[in-house]
């Protein structure tokens, strides 16, 4: 493969934890007084880190969330990913394959360690990465679209930005690999491909990455 390091965006693309976040999240704004739908979570929330929606919220309504917003949204989420979280089909086939072709990959999302872990578990997927393999917006200052995040993970995984590839299947992740000059592959499943501008190329299935990689 023509890149030294593989960088995946979590939510979307190795768990299918887009649909149950977005419910949740919708649901949960629109109990705040906020009224929300899961299209609108989608288009403003999906990819970003949760102070994305307390800026916003607060930018649009001048009122602030409840202080323990993000820990009920979090036991709400992690309580749903319990019940019914899974792994995206095909990415399993996908990681095995970079390991039979020695090539480093990692984790850069926008949500905390503690999300991650858990979704990992969840969906079986824990068994693929090592912690140190692990990046989250918790460990920069600035989280998608900035590109400290991947940067970020590039340096810890001693690669080159130029020679890393990013996954995502979110505009700001998009924007945020741009803005990192590396090269990024838009994961078009959730997310129409209209909405993922700049990218390299689009799938929609996770087992054509491969042949992206080549």
């Not at 991947?150 to 340096?155: C, I, K, N, T, V």
């Not at 990218?199 to 054509?208: E, I, P, R």
Request: aromatic share 8%; proline share 4%; net charge negative.
């Amino acid at each position: 493969m023509r890149y030294e390091l593989v960088i995946f965006d979590n939510d979307g693309v190795l768990v299918d934890s887009e649909p149950l976040s977005n419910t949740i999240l919708s649901g949960y704004l629109t109990e705040l007084g906020h009224p929300t739908t899961y299209d609108e979570s989608l288009r403003d929330y999906m990819g970003a880190a949760v102070h994305r929606v307390h800026d916003l919220i607060k930018e649009r309504t001048g009122r602030d969330l409840p202080t323990d917003f993000e820990r009920n949204l979090q036991e709400r989420i992690f309580a749903a990913f319990e019940r019914e979280l899974q792994g995206v089909p095909g990415v399993e086939d996908v990681l095995a394959e970079l390991v039979a072709d020695g090539v480093a990959y990692c984790v850069a999302s926008s949500g905390s360690h503690e999300r991650i872990r858990v979704g990992h578990h969840r969906a079986g997927l824990d068994q693929w990465f090592e912690e140190e393999w692990l990046f989250s917006s918790e460990d920069v200052g600035k989280g998608k679209p900035a590109p400290d995040l991947f940067l970020h993970a590039a340096e810890r995984m001693g690669v080159a930005p130029e020679r890393c590839v990013v996954v995502e299947d979110s505009p700001l992740g998009v924007q945020a690999a741009r803005a990192a000059g590396m090269d990024v592959y838009g994961y078009t499943a959730m997310t129409p491909a209209e909405r993922l501008e700049g990218v390299n190329g689009y799938f929609s299935d996770m087992k054509a990455l491969l042949g992206l990689l080549e």
